[in-house]
């Protein structure tokens, strides 16, 4: 079965930090482009970060860069978002997504909750 699990998500105080994963199973991987979005009540998706297939592209929406990383192990099928110096405008669901062609793969998507 395709799909993308989520995890690492939960409540931080303003400029702490947390670090996400998202494991893919039943897909090739290597063959996926791999993102991040967040997402809060009312709203679309908002795009956080891409990572090529090999790694070696990454880039962050203005809203984060400088501040979270993303990166991914083929190793263990997954990807991480480092989230660093995290601001209560970041809370919101965070969603990985796998995209392959005009085809893709969502995960179910983990609470990022940042308040004093």
């Known amino acids: 079965q395709v799909q993308l699990v989520e995890s690492g998500g939960g409540l931080v105080q303003p400029g702490g930090s947390l670090s996400l994963s998202c494991v893919a199973y039943g897909l090739n991987f290597n063959d996926y482009r791999m993102s991040w979005y967040r997402q809060t009540p009312g709203n679309e998706p908002e795009w956080v970060a891409l990572?090529?297939?090999?790694?070696?592209?990454?880039t962050y929406a203005d809203s984060v860069k400088g501040r979270f990383s993303i990166s991914r192990d083929i190793r263990k099928n997954t990807i991480y978002l480092q989230m660093n110096d995290l601001k209560p405008e970041d809370t919101a669901i965070y969603f990985c997504r796998g995209a392959l062609g005009v085809g893709d793969v969502w995960g179910q998507g983990t609470q990022v909750t940042v308040s004093s």
């Open positions: 990572i090529s297939t090999g790694g070696g592209t990454k």
